[in-house]
């Protein structure tokens, strides 16, 4: 069996895909080959691979490389890498394989950590909206004149925390480095916001 047909797609998601993966790439050369390959695809920002847990996360930018675009490329540097042979895992000595022993632990403990940054996230936006929902119970009176209005008011509020808490990576470490390459999300966050303005203008 070829190795492209041992990946299991689990998960698929816009920009976000998880693989289960056999065991023969949980070693840690061949990890370390298959994350740098990936890592080198255009579009793709994130790879995670964990060893312990034989699972693969890739996360990419649509507007780069869609789904099947990143499945061909992963198809021919998995054939690459294994005509290549550095999907052969080399001997291990006692004193590597505590080192990966200690390392397994420290990706358990990342996994850990991953799990509380996401809590605390989730925390956040739910102050977040807390927040506004006492700014907006401080205004008793536009509720009971448009309640209709209001509601949407508030609504629209929670989703642009959402969309800016779940695209801040994004904003921070690639768009404002390229703002070029990345415009057209430029556009459509200036848009929301002119949106967003427009709507709390008195007709």
Known sequence: MSIQKEFVLRYKADGHVRFQIPARIGSADVAKAVTDGIS?????????????????????????????SL?????????????????????VSKSSLWKEKAKSRLENFKAARWAKEKFGEAKETVQAAKVITRLGMKKPKAFMNDPEKAIIDFLNDILVIFLIRLHWNDITQNWLVKPIKYRYEWMALFYMFFLLVRSRKKK
């Open 40 to 68: 080198g695809i255009d579009g793709v920002y994130r790879v995670n691979l964990y060893r312990s847990q034989l699972k693969l996360s890739i996360r990419f930018h649509e507007s780069v490389c869609d789904f099947k």
């Open 71 to 91: 499945a061909r490329q992963l198809f021919n540097l998995l054939a690459d890498l294994e005509t290549k042979g550095a999907l052969k895992s080399k001997p």
